[in-house]
């Protein structure tokens, strides 16, 4: 996806995708571990898949959206998205998969991302997901339906996501999330601090290696 403006920042984008060194991929990994880089996940063309014991988010807006980016040939691609955002958030025990085929050797390469499972959480400031399906048990904390999302709460509308101006949108104080798993098109964080972060490539079968 392009380089976007999120609350007054361009962040450069991170995109997900095979690479000649592997080494590159994981200096970057252990550069987010650290806290010490934005972050912005996205794949060209693909979506991809996350699961989470537990997110907890304070300061929730959600509204159905557009995310533009390309497809894997070059082209513009657009795909409908719920945009939830989130001003800060704690995560335990995520996985983040995505699969990238190999037709010419007929296989595929999966990266695993995993992250806040050995007893210290993931944490994360102006959190975004552009999520194409979600399944999870909610609880919401002061909810507010049918607002303009972001109109009491921050952060607003997500920068280079066009939102539909006459859809559904929510916020609330407080989001819980348990047994979280989501298909989503990208994910970006002010802030994103990955502690015990484990980054792995497995060639072979998808099914063996993705998050669920």
Not at 69 to 78: F, P, Q, S, V
Not at 127 to 153: M, P, R, T
Not at 164 to 173: D, I, K, L, S, V
């Amino acid at each position: 996806m392009e380089s976007q403006v999120r609350g007054g920042t361009r962040w450069k984008r991170f995109a997900v995708v095979m690479v000649p060194s592997v080494a590159a991929t994981a200096a970057i990994g252990v550069a987010l571990a650290q806290g010490a880089l934005a972050a912005s996940f996205s794949v060209s063309g693909q979506s991809f898949k996350v699961r989470a014991d537990k997110l907890v988010g304070h300061d929730f807006v959600q509204y159905g959206g557009v995310a533009k980016g390309t497809d894997l040939e070059g082209k513009e691609a657009i795909h409908p998205v719920a945009v939830s955002g989130f001003k800060r958030a704690e995560i335990t025990n995520m996985c983040q998969s995505v699969v990238t085929p190999l037709p010419l050797l007929n296989t595929s390469v999966t990266l695993v991302l995993r992250a806040g499972d050995k007893g210290t959480d993931i944490t994360a400031e102006n959190l975004y997901l552009d999520v194409e399906s979600l399944d999870a048990d909610a609880v919401f904390k002061n909810i507010d339906i049918g607002v303009a999302a972001g109109q009491n709460k921050s952060p607003g509308i997500q920068k280079g996501t066009e939102a539909n101006p006459y859809g559904f949108a929510q916020q609330a104080e407080k989001a819980t999330l348990t047994d979280v798993k989501q298909t989503a098109w990208a994910t970006t964080a002010g802030t994103f601090r990955l502690p015990d972060l484990n980054l792995r490539l497995n060639v072979g079968d998808p099914k063996k290696y993705e998050c669920y």
